[in-house]
């Protein structure tokens, strides 16, 4: 069992123990802000908390849509930082860079947002950005909150259909993180590949017009 869950095994023996609680919730929050962390190994030890320790549905929930939604609005606030400090040296050096960005966020980011919960590794990144790009922050807590509560719902139900066996429920999720980072990596490829292409026949075009 990894080695942060055992922290938790000190809290079983007490149902719905405050510093468990706690526990969830901070580690909820720092997978956010230290994307390292291995905090969706604590969410899945409190769907087991759940099924087979009778702890509160609504605690444990409430505790890592908590944490969730904090980590997220700071990584957030984050980039709104970023943007403030960027903005005037962009517009001398990168005109229509901070406009693009905005534009993008504008036309997608509430898919985005919804979707990052399902990201392992670089969901705190769509925050920074939402923040760079000058999003709103209710609708940005709004999209957070539904991303969290998505995930969150979807990993206690596998963990009561599998019977909440944290073996079997760890091995699920890094299975399913492999398979997102390799379709991440395909389509980082396809459009750095498309890039080159282009890139490459805009040369031939200019040698061609010389």
Do not use: H
Request: include cysteine; charged fraction near 15%; hydrophobic fraction near 55%.
């Amino acid at each position: 069992m990894d080695w942060l869950s055992n922290w938790l095994i000190a809290f079983v023996q007490r149902e719905n123990n405050p510093a468990g609680l706690a526990l969830l919730a901070g580690s909820a929050l720092l997978e956010y802000v230290f994307p390292p962390f291995p905090g969706d190994t604590v969410t899945l030890f409190g769907a087991v908390l759940i099924t087979a320790y009778a702890w509160s549905f609504a605690g444990v929930f409430g505790a890592v849509m908590v944490g969730s939604c904090v980590g997220a609005m700071l990584d957030y606030y984050l980039g709104r930082q970023l943007r403030l400090r960027r903005i005037a040296k962009q517009a001398a050096e990168r005109p229509g860079t901070v406009e693009r960005l905005v534009e993008t966020f504008r036309r997608r980011g509430a898919v985005y947002l919804v979707l990052n919960r399902f990201f392992p590794g670089i969901r705190a990144l769509f925050f920074v950005a939402a923040g760079m790009a000058g999003m709103r922050p209710v609708p940005v807590f709004i999209f957070s909150a539904i991303s969290a509560a998505l995930w969150n719902l979807g990993i206690i139900a596998i963990g009561a259909t599998l019977g909440a066996n944290f073996d079997t429920l760890s091995g699920w999720v890094r299975s399913y993180t492999i398979v997102v980072w390799i379709a991440i990596g395909l389509v980082l490829s396809f459009f750095v590949v498309r890039a080159l292409v282009r890139r490459r026949a805009r040369t031939r075009d200019r040698a061609g017009g010389d």
